[in-house]
């Protein structure tokens, strides 16, 4: 098992920015690539952004594509999803995953985080 912890969301308004954080427990986060997925009530999971364990393959939603920037520091183990413009419609339960690729799909993932919560007033 690899834990895997977020941070970083919370409340912002329509416009706002935030950075999440997601820090994984193992010696070898430089293996993995790395996801980011959200949820919002009464929605399926949705895929945001990924990034491989060199940062030389990035992936990103249509929805966040120009607002939304995936990066990773492998020495502090640690991912991050830079969130500017923020809009309504990005509120939910954000949440990282590890797994062996970059990939659109979640079942491509084996860790998941407990998920950070954000909020987008208008």
């Known amino acids: 098992q690899v834990p895997l912890v977020e941070s970083g969301g919370g409340l912002v308004q329509a416009g706002g920015s935030l950075r999440l954080s997601c820090v994984v427990s193992t010696r070898t986060f430089s293996n993995f690539a790395m996801g980011w997925f959200r949820q919002a009530p009464g929605k399926e999971r949705e895929f945001v952004a990924a990034?491989?364990?060199?940062?030389?393959?990035?992936y990103y939603a249509d929805s966040v594509k120009g607002r939304f920037t995936i990066s990773r520091d492998n020495a502090k183990n640690t991912v991050y999803l830079q969130m500017n413009s923020l809009k309504p419609g990005d509120t939910a339960n954000y949440y990282c995953a590890a797994g062996p690729f970059a990939a659109r799909r979640g079942e491509e993932y084996d860790y998941w985080g407990q998920g950070t919560q954000v909020t987008v007033s208008s």
């Open positions: 990034i491989d364990w060199k940062s030389s393959r990035l």
